[in-house]
């Protein structure tokens, strides 16, 4: 019964590969996001969909290509992987159409990936 | 532009202290403020926001915050620290118009002394 899960909670790869984390959540919310924590711990949003459309793209390098076949699912591709790119990526939900400042978001476990 | 700042990196209280983690923010308006809590390994919790009304603020375990306008802070405090509040907190504030976009500051690693 997990809230926000988020596969591969692990993902080890080298540079140059092309690699893709999953997350779903079960909470009925209507926007999903993306948070990129570095090894400092800085949280910085990458993107946020609100129902399947994107809002927030927050000047991340395309090689970062975000999908959301549905609501409840919001899907994060990396193309070309580079050494820069080891962090913890963070997804996370709230309840409200379009994300309103106010919201409580709940976040997945996060997903710890190193490229080597 | 809107910004958050955390003056302290760590902070190591001995259990069943009193604390203290300082947040100032920057923003043109009023502010939606939060304090999240990551405990190693694990995702971000909410402890408790503040949207506007009553300054004081309760949250989940026996967190509470201040906010004061005047100083442009959002502290967080507990009045007895349990060895399970170890964790990175992180104080946040919600930007308006941007989506649901959290700020987020540097964080505070709080250490607890047996």
């Known amino acids: 019964d997990t809230a926000v899960s988020q596969t591969p909670k692990y993902l080890v790869t080298q540079m140059g590969n092309d690699k893709s984390i999953k997350c779903e959540q079960n909470?009925?919310?209507?926007?999903m996001y993306w948070y990129k924590q570095d090894s400092k711990k800085f949280l910085k949003i990458m993107f946020s969909?609100?129902?399947?459309?994107?809002?927030i793209n927050e000047t991340v390098p395309n090689r970062f290509s975000p999908k959301s076949p549905d609501k409840a699912h919001l899907n994060l591709h990396i193309n070309s992987l580079e050494l820069g790119d080891s962090a913890v990526y963070f997804c996370?939900?709230?309840?409200?159409?379009?994300?309103?400042?106010?919201?409580?978001?709940?976040f997945g476990p996060g997903t710890r990936l190193l490229v080597l | 532009a809107q910004s958050v700042t955390q003056p302290d990196i760590h902070i190591t209280v001995s259990e069943g202290a009193s604390l203290e983690l300082r947040c100032n923010y920057s923003?043109?308006?009023?502010?939606?403020l939060f304090w999240y809590v990551q405990s190693p390994g694990q995702g971000l919790q909410l402890l408790l926001k503040?949207?506007?009304?009553?300054?004081l603020v309760q949250g989940i375990k026996g967190f509470e915050a201040e906010f004061k306008r005047s100083q442009s802070s959002f502290n967080l405090r507990k009045p007895s620290v349990h060895w399970s509040d170890a964790a990175e907190y992180f104080c946040?504030?919600?930007?308006?118009?941007?989506?649901?976009?959290?700020?987020f500051g540097q964080g505070t690693e709080l250490s607890v002394k047996p």
């Open positions: 996370a939900s709230s309840h409200n159409g379009r994300g309103y400042e106010g919201e409580t978001q709940y």
């Open positions: 909470l009925g919310h209507d926007t």
């Open positions: 969909y609100n129902n399947k459309e994107l809002i």
């Open positions: 923003y043109g308006a009023t502010p939606y």
């Open positions: 503040y949207f506007s009304g009553d300054t």
């Open positions: 946040a504030v919600g930007v308006y118009n941007q989506g649901g976009k959290l700020i």
